[in-house]
């Protein structure tokens, strides 16, 4: 029997890792912006012909190769940005596997010019399906131009199966659009056919996106801008009323590369959890910043998909940053930027007090019997007082304007617009936050009780309340335990009115309910459902200073648009809703 095994020859096997690499001309107009990137390019020109099936072109002002470097580039594995295995966890470069110009070449007909230096004295080189066919000194000024063309010319079977030009040219502007809004700081101009159809001139992140994708989506973009030890998050997030039913909206950028990712998706999707309408998705420009050595980019050819190597973190971090800039969002634009002046109530109006129905309100009532003025100015003057919007503070009463409805909603106004707070849920966010910054922040706030509490636990229970201790206590419980039970002598001074024994056994009824795969921590577990045991309940009335004293609080939270388990708590109604009514 003959020895049957053999090496492929390198022209079949780059063809078919080309299959890899390049799919469609898309993938070739990702690989030649790339690599003029890394060549530290700030102006490149992009021309293609029939959706890039005849020609994709790319020119560079950046570094240029020497003419063995010409050679080189060409072949399999060669690269000139890493020298050894451990540098693919520490790049910054967009491309690192020496194998794109490999493969784009061993199923294509390639002109490459180039020049290291300002003066006219390049080189030339023509590749037909991997072979040089001819190369010359060329005039070229410093930098690059590559041109690819009929691609897929001897593997008709693909070059068959690519799609209409309607379609691939849809591709080809996905992956210039990806690539145009990571580099700002490049100026771009791309011709389609003989047609400039875009050219963008260096500019700011925010204008770069308005350029791309037209004046309308200024104002629907919300920033981000979150710093943390993990990673550095910034970009934009679209306004809830831009969700669309695609995700063509989306755009991840981790160091400044496209990548798809489906927990980051997942991530920023459930911060709008009970926001957006089934079937709609979230549109952002979420950049991601974080150590290369956290990260690994070569999981595919493609370098589209990114291994992260603390995903569980990341997965929070992402979704506390979104949360909180949607609350911010809720808050700010009637603070300044987005004021509508037409709705602005006149002088002589202002002066006087509006009225305030009284069906509702029963101002002898106080659920509260802790609240009072001295408790009131110890709170207030711990906001941070420039996330409140001055317009819900009364100047000389500190107060706002509120009524109550349905015994269930707190209604108040902005400059712009009503505002109607479900008051449970606000009231749960408020502690939540709070509880959660007594236990890691260890500043608790605990009431001396006159007459202790006894409360009466099972063994099996008080076995559940040991595992709790350190959150209980941090929170400014001071009690003793006995076999029976404990006996509780100071409170948190948020819970001084509640029925502590109703608190500590729903604490412990649903102590065995922690998932960590749904909870960020124990004690975040724990300070949500502390905070929904403890909050005001639907039903209850409240009086005007417990009302306010609830939108106040509200409007200090971090993330005042959701509740602890990502309900909204407040809906804004602006002009153009209320003239929809009518
Ligand atoms: P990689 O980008 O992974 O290194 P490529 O096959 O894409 O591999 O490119 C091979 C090499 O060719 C690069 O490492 C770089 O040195 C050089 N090169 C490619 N395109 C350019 C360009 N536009 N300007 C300067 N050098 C380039
Ligand atoms: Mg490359």
Redesign the pocket.
């Known amino acids: 029997m003959p020895d049957i095994i053999k090496i492929l020859p390198i022209e079949v096997s780059n063809k078919i890792a080309a299959g890899e690499v390049v799919q469609r001309p898309s993938s070739v107009l990702k690989?030649?912006l790339?690599?003029?990137i890394?060549?530290n390019?700030t102006r490149i020109k992009v021309i293609v012909k029939n959706a890039g099936k005849n020609l994709i072109q790319?020119i560079?002002n950046?570094?240029?190769?020497s003419k063995k470097?010409?050679h080189?580039?060409?072949l399999k594995h060669?690269?000139?940005?890493?020298n050894k295995i451990d540098d693919i966890f520490s790049v910054r470069?967009?491309?690192?596997?020496?194998?794109?110009?490999?493969?784009?070449s061993s199923i294509s007909m390639i002109e490459?010019k180039?020049s290291k230096v300002i003066e006219d004295n390049g080189y030339a080189i023509k590749i037909d399906g991997g072979k040089i066919i001819s190369e010359n000194e060329s005039n070229f000024d410093k930098?690059?131009?590559?041109k690819v063309k009929n691609i897929f010319f001897n593997v008709p079977a693909r070059r068959n199966f690519l799609k209409s030009d309607f379609v691939e040219l849809r591709h080809i502007m996905s992956v210039f659009n990806n690539i145009a809004i990571s580099h700002n700081e490049i100026e771009f101009s791309f011709i389609n056919n003989t047609e400039e159809i875009l050219y963008l001139k260096k500019e700011s992140l925010k204008k770069r996106i308005i350029s791309i994708f037209g004046e309308k989506i200024r104002e629907h973009l919300i920033p981000l801008n979150e710093s943390t030890q993990i990673a550095d998050l910034y970009g934009f997030i679209l306004k809830p009323e831009y969700a669309k039913k695609s995700r063509s909206n989306q755009y991840i950028f981790v160091n400044n590369r496209s990548i798809k990712s489906q927990f980051i998706n997942h991530s920023i999707s459930s911060s709008f959890d009970g926001i957006l309408k089934d079937g709609f998705y979230p549109g952002y420009f979420l950049f991601v910043n974080i150590d290369p050595g956290m990260i690994d980019v070569n999981v595919h050819p493609n370098k589209t998909e990114i291994k992260f190597e603390d995903d569980q973190n990341l997965y929070s971090i992402i979704n506390s940053a979104v949360k909180h800039c949607l609350g911010i969002y809720q808050v700010t634009p009637v603070l300044d930027f987005e004021k509508d002046s037409s709705m602005d109530i006149s002088y002589t109006q202002t002066k006087s007090d509006p009225n305030i129905p009284n069906i509702e309100v029963d101002s002898e009532f106080n659920p509260f019997k802790f609240f009072n003025d001295e408790i009131f100015e110890k709170h207030t003057s711990q906001l941070p007082i420039n996330n409140i919007d001055s317009t819900f503070v009364d100047e000389n009463k500190k107060f706002t304007k509120t009524f109550q409805i349905f015994n269930k909603y707190i209604v108040t106004k902005s400059t712009s617009s009503l505002i109607i707070i479900n008051q449970s849920l606000a009231h749960q966010r408020i502690l939540y936050e709070s509880f959660l910054k007594s236990i890691f922040d260890s500043s608790s706030e605990s009431q001396k009780l006159v007459f202790p509490i006894e409360i009466k636990l099972t063994k099996n229970q008080l076995n559940l309340f040991k595992k709790i201790e350190s959150e209980f206590s941090s929170l400014g419980f001071n009690y003793k335990m006995s076999d029976s039970g404990l006996n509780i002598t100071s409170v948190p001074i948020e819970l001084e009115n509640n029925s502590i024994e109703q608190i500590i056994d729903d604490i412990l009824d649903h102590e065995n309910d922690f998932d960590k795969t749904k909870n960020f921590s124990y004690s975040d577990f724990f300070a949500k459902n502390l905070s929904k045991s403890s909050s005001i309940k639907t039903g209850k009335k409240l009086d005007l200073n417990e009302q306010e004293f609830l939108v106040n609080q509200l409007f200090s939270c971090k993330e005042p648009l959701l509740s602890p388990d990502n309900q909204q708590i407040f809906i804004t109604l602006n002009k153009n809703d209320i003239e929809n009514k009518f």
Do not use: Q
């Open positions: 690989e030649l790339e690599n003029s890394d060549a390019s790319v560079d950046g570094d240029g190769m470097d010409m080189l580039s060409f060669a690269t000139s940005k890493i470069s967009m491309g690192f596997r020496g194998e794109a110009l490999a493969a784009i490459m180039s930098g690059t131009s590559i």
